[in-house]
């Protein structure tokens, strides 16, 4: 048998550089680069070996190892998992500022591959800067950590130990129902071993996204109980993205008169005007698809683990409803008592088509999302209105702004804050594939790095990103990064004095406004952070608008730009889009207060709604 002499580190990056998938048709490397910071876990060897691969896998730096996952996350989701990037980070430190965005990998069904340092397999040299020790456990790192986090884990304490880790790590990373983050740790003196590999491991291999189809006597029950059903709806999620089904799940839903309400991952499955939309359904929902969700008796729920903020904390839905899960993952598709079909979303919705034969709605039930939807897109329009109102202009308004001056192609991104709910209700998509509200995980900071990571997508595109202040002082070095490698994004900053979406919730649940909004916190003075000034300094272009007309034209002069470009307006921080429907926090059983104890009393009553779990 031939073999390769080289380093383990040396071999990882040989091993991943021949890997390959297929993006429309055209052979393309499995993993197209690395974000790496490096430091002593992982500079010295897997450095090395990745300084003499760079033609191949190319190695961009960020500024925060966090960061740079949001963005390889961002990459992934706009590849719809298709290509997946790799982040290296050193040991201790470094290693653990993954934590967040390996959450948000896990949670959102996305690929991830981490390879970061860890300490000496053979301990000589213990411990080690940067070594977190556990006195009863000495096998133990800050790695471990992961294992909460990760779909795949694994650590390297031999050289041979990668030739099943490295190939088990991509199958879970391409598997549709077990897609996630994948982390293996490397010793660092197993980093720097020899070994004799055998030459095949280093063979070129091209994947193929599995598409499994749904079992047949599954299949027969799910149609013979849509068959029966009179008030039939399509929960469309992210799952319907990922396998590329938008067309077979419109042409299902037409064919069969079955209104299509979106959750927050898979809105952007289908434009705004499609005629079996209906809107978004849940917290952040329309008024429209709750109200078709109240008097479902069948709920398909297509891609989707139906979150609360999908469910309304299981009170949008009738009591009785049936659901039949088509879900790529095991642990989706049986939940509360679906039928499940474990499936790629487009085969399924194939197969259940053919099962389902001529079958077909009454047409006034589409007809009744039709016009509820109508309704919506009203209120959506005169919340928009560029009217002259006291005070700062509202994110809804913003985004109407936004979203016209948008190109379809145009992709827009948020995750936290006030910003995902307005969009969600108010951004009309206009074309497939250009929304990404990473709401799964809801994390401030992944924005404006998923901005850098989308943007290296080379898709021919303005890549819109929205943000709060709040947000923007959490993360915003990849402005940075995103002008040294080349990657322009546009970055909306929604000035509204603080955290107020979580005031919003802290008022509407009784308390008083506390730590959220900057005039509430424990300051001096509240200080406002001049975001254009900040941003030019990492040498970004940036302008600050006083009105939605000079919006207007700051994005035109954005798009226009050659490198990342930051636009400042301070909006409204009390004024929100209705359409909610109602979510479960907690809520204090006894307070001084009482605007809480009230709260109290209508929560409690809030959660007799609740459709039980199981």
């Given at each position: ?398 985004i109407g702004v936004v979203n016209a001056a948008a190109a379809a192609e145009d992709y827009i991104i948020s995750a936290a804050g006030g910003l995902p709910g307005e969009l969600v209700k108010g951004w009309r998509v206009k074309n497939p594939g250009t929304f990404d509200c990473e709401f799964g995980f809801s994390c401030m900071g992944y924005e404006l790095s998923a901005g850098w ?162």
């Amino acid at each position: 048998m031939a073999t390769i002499r080289c380093t383990t580190a040396q071999a990882i990056v040989r091993y991943l550089s021949n890997q390959f998938t297929e993006v429309d048709g055209k052979r393309v490397p499995l993993f197209p680069g690395v974000y790496g910071i490096f430091g002593h876990g992982n500079v010295t060897c897997l450095g090395e070996a990745l300084e003499a691969a760079q033609d191949v896998l190319p190695t961009w730096r960020g500024q925060n190892e966090q960061s740079m996952a949001f963005a390889a996350v961002g990459f992934a989701k706009a590849m719809v998992r298709r290509q997946i990037m790799v982040v290296t980070a050193s040991i201790g430190p470094g290693t653990t500022n993954l934590l967040t965005a390996a959450g948000v990998a896990h949670t959102s069904r996305l690929p991830l591959l981490m390879i970061c340092g860890d300490s000496f397999a053979r301990r000589h040299p213990d411990p080690v800067m940067q070594q977190v020790e556990h006195f009863n456990d000495p096998t133990q790192t800050v790695n471990d950590a992961f294992k909460a986090v990760s779909r795949y884990w694994d650590r390297i304490t031999y050289p041979e130990q990668i030739l099943s880790s490295l190939p088990q790590a991509v199958a879970t990373m391409r598997d549709p129902g077990d897609c996630g983050p994948a982390f293996i740790g490397v010793c660092q003196d197993v980093q720097e071993m020899a070994w004799d590999y055998p030459e095949e491991f280093f063979a070129p291999r091209l994947h193929l996204m599995p598409r499994p189809r749904p079992d047949r006597q599954l299949l027969a029950r799910a149609a013979e109980c849509l068959k029966q059903a009179k008030r039939p709806l399509i929960i469309s999620g992210g799952g319907v993205r990922y396998s590329q089904a938008e067309a077979e799940l419109a042409q299902f839903a037409l064919a069969h008169g079955i209104p299509v309400v979106e959750t927050i991952a898979g809105k952007g499955a289908f434009t705004h005007d499609d005629p079996i939309h209906c809107g978004p359904i849940g917290i952040l929902g329309s008024t429209s698809a709750n109200a078709l969700a109240a008097e479902a008796d069948v709920v398909i729920a297509v891609g989707t683990r139906l979150m609360d903020f999908v469910t309304g904390s299981w009170t949008v839905f009738d009591h009785q409803a049936q659901f039949i899960a088509l879900n790529a993952a095991r642990f989706d598709a049986h939940k509360h008592l679906a039928i499940p079909l474990e499936c790629d979303a487009r085969e399924g919705i194939s197969e259940l088509h053919t099962a389902l034969g001529s079958w077909k709605a009454a047409d006034s039930w589409l007809e009744k999302g039709r016009q509820a939807f109508a309704r919506w897109n009203e209120l959506i329009a005169a919340r928009q209105e560029r009217t002259v109102s006291e005070g700062d202009p509202t994110y809804a308004q913003v985004i109407g702004v936004v979203n016209a001056a948008a190109a379809a192609e145009d992709y827009i991104i948020s995750a936290a804050g006030g910003l995902p709910g307005e969009l969600v209700k108010g951004w009309r998509v206009k074309n497939p594939g250009t929304f990404d509200c990473e709401f799964g995980f809801s994390c401030m900071g992944y924005e404006l790095s998923a901005g850098w990571g989308v943007a290296m997508a080379e898709q021919d595109r303005d890549v819109f990103v929205m943000i709060g202040d709040g947000t923007y002082m959490m993360m915003n070095s990849d402005i940075y990064s995103s002008v040294l490698s080349g990657h322009k994004f546009i970055l909306l900053v929604c000035d509204n004095g603080g955290y107020a979406v979580i005031n919003r919730l802290q008022n509407a649940k009784g308390g008083a406004s506390f730590n959220n909004l900057l005039k509430d916190c424990r300051v001096q003075e509240p200080f406002h952070v001049d975001f254009v000034a900040h941003a030019q300094s990492m040498g970004a272009l940036a302008r600050k608008v006083s009105s939605l007309d000079e919006l207007e034209e700051a994005i035109g002069w954005a798009k226009g730009n050659d490198r990342t470009t930051v636009i400042s307006i301070d909006t409204h921080p009390f004024d929100w889009t209705p359409g909610d429907a109602w979510w479960d926090v907690g809520v204090p059983e006894v307070s001084a207060r009482d605007s809480v104890n009230q709260a109290r009393e209508e929560h409690v009553k809030g959660r007799l709604a609740q459709r039980v779990g199981i």
